[in-house]
């Protein structure tokens, strides 16, 4: 790895590109054999190839692993040191041991399943660089087709299920920066496999898991935000239902109305946090210069949001005065109607019944009732 080989490699990638007319990938190689002279690691040279002649990089995962056993390459330093801009497909392969037992050897052969090493080393690198295209290769020994289709599998699985969490919480994904986010949503994939067969119902315990997330430890907002997020996503996919009907309440004797149990709607969720969560969430709707967005006081306090759907296909988020949100967490609460009435006039003595059921009933926070 020297300047002189640089320079001929990067002349020779100029000629290719500017031959076909576009962008080309260059894979990393397994190695096998220490260079005498070398001025720069082989992460090094690949990132100033890209520099130097705009070529991407394709990251082949078996390679790395290979390289770090034969020669002793850092691999998670490899992937830190890369630039993830650049790595546009990631390749994964089966190897085979050679060598003597005293000189132990791996052997990129693409004849064999990827190992488990190679599986978690995959892992690490979408942690790092987010999902990527992947294709596994397989050439010599080929088994079954359904062999070769679990293997593609997997790997699907791998990058859905991060591609999942990542269209879940945007805002989070804002809030801390890509890089960061991918670490933590890696870590809890790894940590949460799926129990269900559609991804829209995956990633309802990340808030759970950012909570307990020790590099977040001082974001206390994190959580209440990514709670006001998966909301969306469960109000959006919540099945049909009717909402309230004032006109059946107002039948109603105020004996029978004060011990009726309401229950929140479906698709309705309440978020309640000691902190500004739905400002913070309101704000970073859309990416921007961060610097040119308000900052938020967290000395504002406690904030509880309301996530409901009040026409189909529309998901709604809104912020709730004191006695809305007394009224309708207590009636979460299984507590009858006259207690969470009780509880929003102490919250807001000048509490207006009528006209806040009618708010609430448009924006579909309360369920139907059967008399």
Known sequence: MLAHALDIVSANIDRTQDRLGR???VENPSGYLQFEQSTMSEVTFLTR??????????????????????????????LSMVPADVIGEIHLAGHEHGGTADQPLLIDTHGAAVTEEVWALYAAALNRLGPRPTMIEWDSDVPSLEVLLEEAARAQRIVSLRRAVENAYPVTRRLVGADFFTAMAGQFVASHPPNHGWLSAYGAD???????????????????????????????????APGLDLTALARLDPEALDGLLLNLHVAASLVYSPFPAFDIWRVHQHDGD??????IDLAIGRQTTLISRPVALEVGVALLGPG??????????????????????????????ASRLGDLVRMRALATFTA
């Open 23 to 25: 962008t080309i990938l």
């Open 49 to 78: 190839l890209t520099e130097r002649t705009g070529c991407g990089l394709l990251l082949d995962v078996n390679n790395l692993f290979i390289s770090g056993f034969n020669l002793g390459i850092d691999t998670a330093e490899w």
């Open 206 to 240: 990340f808030a759970d898991f950012v909570a307990q997330y020790q590099p977040a430890a001082d974001l206390g907002y994190l959580r209440d935000v990514a709670r006001i997020e998966w909301a969306r996503v469960r109000a959006a996919n919540a099945p049909d």
């Open 290 to 295: 961060d610097e040119q967005l308000p900052q």
């Open 324 to 353: 809305d949100a007394a009224f309708l967490s207590t009636l979460a609460q299984h507590s009858p109607f006259g207690a969470a009435y009780q509880a929003a006039v102490s919250e807001d003595a000048d509490y207006d019944l």
